[in-house]
């Protein structure tokens, strides 16, 4: 069987008085989702998930502010025959 794969970006997205508040965002073709909208949209599209990959301070992420890591989702769907 052979596969394609899709990656999308996972991010805190900050909101309210000093950026204390947030949610996790996925970034799906340039658009953003809350976390749980984006992996339900990719879902029903039959991507499954198959990696989560925390990404390093060189990409936006601090150690110790997990509340700044930046993740890499990877997906995958069996190419149509």
Do not use: T
Request: aromatic share 14%; with cysteine.
């Amino acid at each position: 069987m052979k596969w394609q794969y899709f990656k999308a970006y996972c991010s805190v997205k900050r909101e309210g008085l000093l950026g204390y508040k947030g949610h996790r965002v996925l970034n799906i073709d340039g658009q953003e989702y809350e976390l749980l909208e984006g992996l339900n949209f990719l879902g029903q599209q039959e991507w499954e998930l198959v990696a989560v990959h925390q990404l390093d301070e060189a990409y936006g992420g601090s150690v110790g502010g997990i509340r700044d890591l930046r993740y890499l989702y990877l997906f995958k769907k069996p190419l149509p025959v």
